[in-house]
Nanobody, 121 residues
Framework: VQLAESGGGLVQAGGSLRLSCEVSGRRLDYYNLGWFRQAPGKEREGVSCQHVEDGSTWYADSVKGRFTIARDNANNMLYLQMNNLRPEDTAVYYC???????????????WGEGTLVTVSS
């Protein structure tokens, strides 16, 4: 399975970006999927995930109400819509196949290489 993120860039605080993750090698509906991020000098953290069977989602408290995860199984795509961006959202964002529960992400298997999001103040 290969994952490839795109859609990162430079945006002003309060702006929006949509990240995309193309999954190849296997059907998307075989996996739970999620997004992580890693800010400069910080550990990687889970941002959001979506369960493949019931579509239930989880969001980190820091992004709840601003970010939305979505998947397009027909086109093997995962998305992260990010609104009202803040400078503290600046990070490299990664998509991954994960374990996903209503309380968070556990475990991960396959990762993309990441896409950089920079939010200016």
């Amino acid at each position: 399975v290969q994952l490839a993120e795109s859609g990162g860039g430079l945006v002003q605080a309060g702006g929006s970006l949509r990240l995309s993750c193309e999954v190849s090698g296997r059907r998307l509906d075989y996996y739970n999927l999620g997004w992580f991020r890693q800010a400069p000098g910080k550990e990687r953290e889970g941002v959001s995930c979506q369960h493949v069977e019931d579509g239930s989602t989880w969001y980190a408290d820091s992004v709840k109400g601003r970010f939305t995860i979505a998947r397009d199984n027909a086109n093997n795509m995962l998305y992260l819509q990010m609104n009202n961006l803040r400078p503290e959202d600046t990070a490299v964002y990664y998509c991954a196949t994960v374990g996903c529960t209503p309380t968070g992400i556990y475990g991960s298997d396959y990762w993309g290489e990441g896409t950089l999001v920079t939010v200016s103040s």
